[in-house]
Nanobody, 124 residues
Framework: QVQLVESGGGLVQPGGSLRLSCAAS????????MAWFRQAPGKERELVAG???????NYADSVKGRFTISRDNAKNTVYLQMNSLKPEDTAVYYC??????????????????WGQGTPVTVSS
């Protein structure tokens, strides 16, 4: 069983930065694929960024060059550094884990563990 707890969301002005953190329980964190999804009001949950157990990464086109996903296996934590934030980045951001680890699935159904979500609002 894996528990995920996100933190770091909040209100930021356009062009600003935030860093989200997701702390995971369990001793096998390093073997999991970790991902960040987001869900804006009235929209489906979408993959923002993912990182495999081997360190490969994948990003949504809308965040490439602005967001960076990373993981610290010693701390059982995955991060999402978000720069140059735009109003369209406003959403609830969720951390997710897939125990298989070798790929970065794009659909929510592939992830067996989810955090409770942290809201990000980009507004002036």
């Amino acid at each position: 069983q894996v528990q995920l707890v996100e933190s770091g969301g909040g209100l930021v002005q356009p062009g600003g930065s935030l860093r989200l953190s997701c702390a995971a329980s369990g001793r096998t964190f390093s073997t999991y694929t970790m991902a960040w999804f987001r869900q804006a009001p009235g929209k489906e949950r979408e993959l923002v960024a993912g990182i495999s157990s081997g360190g490969s990464t994948n990003y949504a086109d809308s965040v490439k060059g602005r967001f960076t996903i990373s993981r610290d296996n010693a701390k059982n934590t995955v991060y999402l550094q978000m720069n140059s934030l735009k109003p369209e980045d406003t959403a609830v951001y969720y951390c997710a884990a897939d125990f298989r680890g070798w790929s970065i699935p794009k659909t929510i159904y592939e992830y067996g563990y989810w955090g409770q979500g942290t809201p990000v609002t980009v507004s002036s």
